[in-house]
């Protein structure tokens, strides 16, 4: 199975500031990464798939790069809706892997 | 537009087997593969596997041998069957729709809690 790492585990930011997510695979994955959101107690929401293309609905703020093995997630400027849990997700061989998730907090 | 629901027990005893469903409402079960995830306590989420209205399957080879999936078109939901359970099967578990279009699961369950103990 490809393993997905993110880093770091976790992060405290205010609101306003610029939060970068970093996910790596174990082999290259070329674009086949998705991104989603988990507040407590509820089900993930996709945020960005094939690396970088932002799900309907989902702000702005939110980017994301990234092809083979290194991928980031960027809030450009962090709301408070924001403060939850994002993990990745490869999509390139079965069975699709998560990682384990960076928690963002607030300072 | 399409809402996922789990139901089945919250608890279930060890050597047992676990059985989930999962309604679809707001649309139509078919063209798309469904999906359930799990989540242990602090762990990443975990593919059991995924199944389309033909019947087709792919389980995670982890959970092949343990894991049945079914699908009814007429009731509009999909289920789960996870046999001789152990204490790590402990989890929430999600049904979810994957969008073969993104590669990814754009609609999901509010996810079940499944505890196995006696």
């Known amino acids: 199975d490809i393993q997905m790492t993110q880093s770091p585990t976790s992060l405290s930011a205010s609101v306003g500031d610029r939060v970068t997510i970093t996910c790596r695979a174990s082999?290259?994955?070329?674009?086949?990464l998705s991104w989603y959101q988990q507040k407590p107690g509820k089900a993930p929401k996709l945020l960005m798939y094939?690396?970088?293309t932002l799900q309907n609905g989902v702000p702005s703020r939110f980017s994301a790069s990234g092809s083979g093995t290194d991928f980031t997630l960027t809030i450009s400027s962090l709301q408070p809706d924001d403060f939850a849990t994002y993990s990745c997700q490869q999509s390139y061989s079965r069975p699709w892997t998560f990682g384990r998730g960076t928690r963002v907090e607030i300072k | 537009q399409v809402q996922l629901q789990e139901s089945g027990p919250g608890l279930v005893k060890p050597s047992e087997t676990l059985s989930l469903s999962c309604s679809v409402s707001?649309?139509?079960?078919?063209?798309?593969?469904w999906n359930w995830i799990r989540q242990s306590a602090g762990k990443e989420l975990e593919v059991i596997g995924r199944?389309?209205?033909?019947?087709?399957?792919i389980y995670n080879p982890s959970l092949k041998s343990r894991v049945t999936m079914s699908v009814d078109t007429f009731k509009n939901q999909f289920s789960l069957r996870l046999r001789s359970v152990t204490a790590a099967d402990s989890a929430i578990y999600y049904c979810?729709?994957?969008?073969?279009?993104?590669?990814?699961?754009?609609?999901w369950g509010q996810g079940t809690m499944v505890t196995v103990s006696s």
């Open positions: 707001g649309g139509s079960i078919g063209t798309y593969y």
């Open positions: 094939a690396a970088s």
């Open positions: 199944i389309h209205t033909t019947g087709n399957t």
């Open positions: 082999q290259s994955i070329a674009t086949y």
């Open positions: 979810a729709r994957e969008f073969t279009y993104v590669d990814a699961y754009d609609v």
